[in-house]
């Protein structure tokens, strides 16, 4: 009895040693600002790293990701979240990566590895019922606020008017551009007209806005999103249709906030894909341990905010996630030996071959 109680207190202390080393890996990760799907989908991985002993995550929220999707493929973060628009963008050397050129963006570009996709929801018309917009198209000489100074939310919000009403900023409407931090006051301030932004619903900004009078939400309707202009745009790097049933989203009996979908009861709109990326030269061992445990606490990760079931999580099909085609973003191989442990397919297009 006492050889086995030593033996069990010895297997014991090996296993409480083992866990303590996992848990001294130290990785850094950067996400989006507070209460964003990024942040709830990276702050979500850190939690369940730590308590499972896989590492512990130094987070830092509300970043400007066109920075840190360069800064893991530098190797100078470990983990970001990541619009796919971006990787697109690095790896031709283009928008926010211009200065570095094409080849040096190509290089970094090839760095990068996904663990899990997602979606931020869809770009969504918003504004104050008391202004009385049937539309999109009642943006037309309006001063409407469409994203932070620069990055891939300012270019998806542009791309949404067009496919919606076929307006350009600075033409047909004026767009007022600030920082993410400063959002919730031009939602009450009554400062610009409307606002085009990615919402995943029902979203927080929602709430706020209607803390100033009643809401309207505006989808994009059917007839924009399967023209020749709303195909192309739906279809170019990182960005994807949402869609979903327009009185599953929140507000089917919300009097302060009114979402607006077309008559076959969906909602529509022009979706940004993420994923979180990593640097290439991550191990086999530390990627698969990272996205199974995202994959294990899926449940619990949906349960943090009414919008998170409806963000793609765990969406596999390369169309719906962006994945493919001209995005050359491939899965880490650990994170692919997770997702097939847990039985799912990956396209074969978004493996490294």
Wanted: aromatic content about 6%; charged content about 15%; glycine content about 10%.
């Amino acid at each position: 009895m006492k050889r086995a109680t030593s033996i069990a207190l010895a297997c014991a202390a090996v296993l409480a040693a083992a866990t303590t080393a996992h848990a001294q890996v130290k990785l850094t990760a950067a996400t989006s600002g507070k209460n964003s799907v990024p942040w709830y989908v990276t702050g979500h991985t850190a939690e369940v790293a730590a308590a499972k002993g896989v590492a512990n995550i130094q987070m830092a929220e509300g970043q400007t990701l066109t920075k840190t999707v360069q800064a893991v493929a530098e190797g100078k973060t470990d983990i970001s979240g990541a619009p796919l628009v971006l990787p697109f963008l690095l790896s031709k050397g283009l928008g926010p990566y211009a200065a570095l050129g094409k080849e040096k963006g190509a290089e970094l570009a090839s760095n990068l590895r996904a663990l899990y996709p997602y979606n931020v929801g869809g770009y969504f018309m918003m504004a104050f019922q008391s202004k009385g917009y049937q539309g999109w198209k009642d943006l037309e000489g309006k001063n409407v606020w469409n994203g932070p100074p620069a990055g891939a939310a300012l270019v998806n919000a542009r791309q949404a008017i067009t496919v919606n009403t076929g307006m350009s900023d600075g033409k047909q409407y004026k767009g007022t551009q600030t920082n993410w931090d400063a959002v919730n006051t031009k939602l009450v301030d009554g400062s610009v007209d409307a606002f085009v932004l990615p919402l995943a619903l029902p979203h927080a900004r929602a709430t706020v806005m209607s803390s100033a009078g009643k809401v309207v939400i505006f989808c994009t309707p059917k007839e924009a999103t399967d023209s020749p202009v709303g195909k192309k745009i739906m279809s170019a790097p990182g960005n994807i249709l949402f869609e979903a049933q327009t009185d599953q989203l929140g507000y089917a009996n919300n009097p302060d906030v009114k979402l607006v979908g077309d008559a076959d009861g969906k909602c529509r709109a022009l979706g940004s894909a993420f994923a979180d990326v990593v640097h290439k030269d991550m191990s086999f061992d530390l990627a698969k341990k990272l996205t199974a445990a995202h994959i294990a606490t899926l449940k619990e990760l949906k349960a943090k905010s009414p919008a998170l079931p409806n963000v793609g999580l765990a969406e596999m099909n390369a169309a719906r996630s962006s994945f493919c085609g001209p995005n050359p973003v491939k899965y880490h191989p650990g994170a692919v030996a997770a997702w097939k442990e847990a039985g799912y397919t990956l396209p074969a297009c978004a493996l490294v071959q």
